[in-house]
């Protein structure tokens, strides 16, 4: 399972974001834990711990951010099952840095999500361990890649997932192994899938599942001018996953080109208050349903980075928390974050 040469599905743009005169920063005191981005380093497209800096440099308050897979410096040689651990190992050594102090007062990468293969079953128990050696006590859980859309026009990963993922006995085995081991599952699905990841969640209540991306609502393809109808279905969807005490939430990730907003094609890069408006009904459809101390606000940078700059994105986040109770939003842009991935340093049994 070799680093896969893979472009952004939407370009980044620098010059193209700077034509946007930067926004003042709403809130600048307010701690933020960012609770999902990526780092790479691929032919032609890298973002490292400078480019991450450099966005954190935007007077919005990170103080801790959590990496989550995204199949970065897998071992070249090894056994197929533990080289994922090498993505590990790599950014472990860049949160070693961000620790140092020498990078400024935030925490980068202070928890990592890795990748392990859980069609393994009870075997994954051995690749949990090599991860968590690699991890150096940052290790808080695994994203297990299951999106995936039989319309080729609906590209929502370019990691290799076929239908029916979380409906394999072995899945379910190797995700119980999950749970024992304290860790966290991180799950990236289309809004069609959700229905299934309802029936996998509840068979597996000791298990801490993270909904990435407020469900994967899709705007292209054969979901192209039917935002109301693709609204409404997902609406059912996620209102009958929230009651589920084990499923939570990220808020974000509406960035990429599958949601379907398109705000690249504009002359400029949105304001604020445009990326608030278009994505108000689904960030506060799922504060709504599943309450603040189970939703957590997340970048996706650099994914979401060909569409809105850091600021305009933390911004427009606090725009849409705007009406919400003080501890509200502790939760929302922090205190959630920090539960879920437990940055108090503390580790699993």
């Not at 860049?94 to 140092?100: K, L, T, V």
């Not at 999500?113 to 069609?119: E, F, I, N, S, T």
């Not at 725009?319 to 922090?334: P, V």
């Amino acid at each position: 399972m070799a680093d896969i040469d893979m472009t952004l599905p939407v370009p980044v743009r620098p010059d193209w974001l700077a034509l946007r005169p930067a926004e003042p920063v709403l809130e600048p005191e307010r701690p933020i834990v960012d609770s999902h981005h990526h780092l790479w380093d691929r032919p032609g497209d890298s973002y490292l711990l400078p480019d991450l800096l450099a966005d954190l440099d935007g007077d919005h308050r990170v103080v801790e951010t959590v990496f989550v897979q995204c199949r970065a410096m897998y071992r070249a040689q090894g056994p197929e099952q533990l080289r994922p651990v090498g993505e590990v190992e790599f950014v472990n050594g860049i949160a070693a840095m961000s620790a140092s102090g020498c990078y400024g007062a935030a925490r980068a990468c202070a928890a990592i999500v890795g990748y392990a293969d859980l069609r393994l079953g009870a075997e994954v128990a051995r690749v949990l361990e090599a991860l968590r050696r690699a991890g150096g006590g940052r290790l808080r859980g695994i994203r297990f890649p299951v999106a995936w859309h039989p319309d080729p026009a609906v590209s929502l990963t370019p990691q290799p997932t076929s239908p029916g993922l979380l409906q394999e006995a072995a899945v379910e085995a190797g995700a119980a192994v999950l749970a024992r081991a304290g860790l966290t599952l991180d799950l990236w699905v289309g809004h069609h899938q959700l229905g299934e990841v309802f029936e996998f969640a509840a068979g597996l209540p000791d298990l801490t599942v993270i909904l990435d991306h407020v469900g994967g609502p899709i705007g292209i393809g054969p979901y192209a001018n039917r935002r109301a109808e693709v609204l409404a279905d997902w609406t059912a969807a996620m209102r009958r996953l929230a009651g589920l005490p084990n499923v939570h939430v990220k808020l974000g990730g509406l960035g990429q080109h599958v949601g379907g907003f398109a705000f690249d094609a504009a002359p400029l890069a949105p304001t604020s208050e445009q990326v608030a408006a278009a994505w108000r009904p689904y960030i506060l459809t799922c504060i709504d349903l599943f309450g603040p101390a189970r939703c957590t606000f997340e970048s996706n940078f650099p994914v979401d980075k060909g569409m809105l700059s850091y600021r305009t994105l933390w911004n427009a986040f606090k725009r849409l928390a705007m009406d919400l109770a003080e501890h509200e939003k502790a939760a929302l842009f922090a205190a959630t974050a920090r539960r879920l991935y437990r940055l108090d340093g503390g580790e699993a049994d």
